[in-house]
């Protein structure tokens, strides 16, 4: 323990003899010194316990300050109070010469000021922060991860997510597809029209113009078929006539009259002619007619059929009107030939290829270093 041996001189002498600081200041050997063969009692006590009362605190301070102050050590004494007086930096004392090392201090301040064990540092800088801080280790985060903040679901440290992704089916959102379904045979559907009650269906057709109608086809066949004679008949007679004599130009001389009826049935009279004979006589001329005397008709010989074409009159540009009557409150059924079960294929047409999805936000690079040790 440091120690001083300066004392107070007077320390113990009554105020009464010791001369007052009004008193002292005033004194004329205070002002010009001592004058021979006069020594005042009172002011030499004055004058020897100011300078020992400052003596004896300097050295108690030099004293705690950790240094000794005695009178048998000058050097000691100077050395002493060069570092009390020089002051001290988190107790770190001036050396010899009066120069504090601070290598120590900084050092500290360094340390409290470098990052810790954990902690990222982001620059633009590539170099290792273990440069820039001595004794430690830095690891570079892996290029392409961003930084995300941890919490009671998320570990610190821990790398998770993915900078692309393919979507699957349960993130697609809500949509539809168009699609077409592919004939597989004919086939049958059932349908019918809703009921409208008692009602008329009218209407007009198109105006078409001047124009005719052609067309042709063949009737319903009743079966293979020939066609007799029936009870068809032409019936006739033709009686033996007279001949004439004379001129034909002349007046006529009958050889003879008719000899029986004359012609009958579809034979009749049309005239006289030459007959041919040598004789030059001339006869009545018989013609025939199948109408006068037509009766009957053809035998049936089973169903046959007739074919027929026709072309109809122009009638001018007209229109035809149409009129349905009213069948009271009904429906009309609909049905297509069935060909029997069957399905069908439906084709849903491809809207997407499958590509991944940058998922990364708009961002800047820089590189990420982590204080491992």
Not at 337 to 356: F, K, V
Request: glycine share 12%; with cysteine; charged share 20%.
């Amino acid at each position: 323990m440091a120690s001083s041996n300066f004392k107070v001189f007077a320390e113990g002498v009554s105020g009464k003899d010791i001369q007052s600081d009004s008193v002292y200041e005033t004194d004329t050997q205070r002002v010009t010194g001592v004058v021979p063969g006069v020594a005042d009692p009172k002011m030499h006590n004055k004058l020897y316990k100011q300078a020992t009362v400052m003596v004896a605190a300097l050295a108690q301070v030099i004293a705690q300050a950790g240094f000794d102050a005695r009178d048998d050590d000058y050097s000691g004494l100077v050395d002493g109070i060069r570092k009390t007086f020089a002051g001290s930096v988190n107790n770190v004392k001036p050396d010899s010469k009066g120069n504090i090392d601070l290598t120590e201090v900084i050092d500290s301040i360094r340390r409290m000021t470098y990052p810790r064990i954990g902690d990222f540092i982001i620059t633009k800088n590539p170099e290792n922060p273990s440069k820039k801080y001595d004794g430690t280790t830095w690891e570079l985060l892996e290029e392409k991860v961003f930084i995300m903040s941890a919490g009671s679901n998320t570990s610190a440290g821990e790398i998770s997510g993915n900078n692309y992704h393919t979507l699957t089916v349960n993130e697609l959102p809500s949509h539809s597809h168009s699609g077409i379904i592919g004939y597989a045979g004919s086939h049958s559907h059932n349908a019918t029209t809703a009921k409208a009650g008692n009602h008329y269906h009218t209407g007009t057709t198109g105006d078409a113009g001047n124009h005719y109608h052609t067309g042709n086809g063949t009737t319903s066949t009743a079966g293979g078929h020939t066609h007799g004679r029936g009870t068809m008949n032409i019936t006739g007679f033709c009686a033996s006539f007279p001949w004439r004599t004379d001129n034909m130009f002349a007046s006529p001389t009958w050889d003879n009259k008719w000899e029986n009826t004359g012609p009958t049935g579809a034979f009749y009279e049309s005239g006289w002619a030459r007959t041919g004979r040598k004789d030059g006589r001339e006869g009545p001329s018989v013609a025939f007619d199948a109408s006068r005397s037509w009766t009957g008709s053809t035998s049936s010989n089973g169903s046959h059929s007739h074919s027929f074409s026709f072309e109809t009159s122009s009638s001018g540009s007209h229109r035809h009107d149409l009129s349905i009557s009213y069948a009271g409150e009904h429906s009309h059924s609909v049905s297509v030939e069935s060909a029997g079960n069957h399905n069908h294929t439906l084709t849903i047409g491809n809207t997407g290829n499958g590509s991944s999805i940058d998922m990364r936000p708009r961002h800047v690079s820089a590189y990420i270093w982590i204080r491992t040790a």
